[in-house]
């Protein structure tokens, strides 16, 4: 079965590459820049890490953009 879905423009986040503006500056300027999907990657982070990027990217998203966290979501 395919998947039809529109993801629209995709940012992958690396909170290397993000640099100082970090991560959940990156996203909001990317989503106010019209990004339709977040992917959060860090595979190094543990879980509440990633929980707590999760609960600031929900904010400066404001459900503008689905948000994909590590291929799950």
Known sequence: ????????????TDPVLCGPR????????????????????????????QLSQLEQLAVVIDGRAKLVINDRL
Not at 22 to 49: I, N
Request: charged content about 20%; aromatic content about 8%.
């Open 22 to 49: 970090g991560v959940v500056e990156t996203v909001r300027l990317a989503v106010d820049g019209g990004v339709h999907t977040v992917q959060l990657r860090d595979k190094h982070a543990s879980f509440d890490q």
């Open 1 to 12: 079965m395919s998947s039809n879905q529109d993801y629209g423009i995709y940012l992958v």
